[in-house]
């Protein structure tokens, strides 16, 4: 197994970091953001940004930047046009591209975020979904991104999701939605899930409420290579269908706080991903088990846990707080652990 980190570039790169999320461009290229070790909570951790090309020379594998404004940020890749995107819970903005990489205007300063009582929205997560970048925030809504230093809130192009009346006029706060995931099958058949049992389908004209029999907190959604829609709930269960049919297909009783948050499909398996590890289910059992008692080689909590998979859905990438892991649809591989840097 050929060396991703030598000493040297492990201790420039990531030494005192530990991996908070991951994105994957290719079997060879990747993008993780990393968060300070610090003791002294009072003072915010510094976060990094480290992309790799590991078919490159050592000394031009890497390319790392970090910030002391981002805190709880996530990564996504697209290849048209070709970027490593993150963003963070109040709208700041990281790219890596081939003409600029660095920090961008913040969402909110490019867009109207506004939300109920002026409120400035949150952003949950950057994704990819149907090869373009969305921001998924509180109160619903949606930000595609268009270019550098450009979004659009879906509602602007008239395709937002609907928001209750009763909420647009102030009377009432929306603790009971807001989007933390997004997946499709194709820009026309897409699904965002949040709040208490919220789930819309957009049509690639406009979204329509899909009714799941549950009221549980939304964590994760996957449209599968089988056909169905799967969803989490922050205990863990698991319910797939689609549009206005649904079932609880697999039952769980994580605590909260090691909840799946990336859900994918990859060999006909439904991947689950937590920052303490990944998941799946036991179809026997109908159960939401840990990869590794069904899977030889799965990766263990310190090298496993977000995911993400490539757009040509081929490989799946895996980090856990200590290292990453990547399956190529034969098994898995260990990419780096900080066990093996002393």
Known sequence: MKTVFDQPTWEKYVKGFTIYDCAILREHGFGFILVEEKDNRDVLPLTRFLTMAIDQRMENRFSGSQTDNHRFTTIAVCEDPLEYVAVDTSSNVFSVTKPRRGSEKP????????????????????????????????YRKIYRRIGIDQWIELGNESKGVPIPSEVLKGNVYPEAFGFVDLSAF????????????????????????????????????????????????????????????????????????????????????????????IFTIDSKKKEVVPLQSVERGAPNPTNGGRLDLSQDGKFLLTAGPYGACLNDGTGWRRLFSAFDYP
């Open 107 to 138: 969402i909110d300063k490019v867009i109207d975020m506004s939300t109920y009582g002026k409120r400035i929205g949150i952003v949950q997560k950057v994704v990819r979904a149907a090869g373009q970048i969305y921001a998924l925030g509180d």
């Open 186 to 277: 194709s820009a026309s058949d897409m699904y965002a899930v949040g709040g208490e049992g919220d789930v819309w389908r957009f049509d690639g004209v406009k979204w329509h409420n899909c009714p799941l029999p549950t009221n549980a907190d939304l964590q994760s959604v996957c449209c599968a290579g089988d056909g169905l829609v799967y969803i989490t709930e922050m205990n863990g269960s698991v319910w797939a269908g689609r549009t206005d049919s649904w079932k609880r297909v697999a039952i769980a009783d994580i605590t909260p706080g090691h909840q799946p948050v990336d859900a994918f499909w990859f060999n006909d398996r439904l991947y689950l991903g937590a920052q303490q590890g």
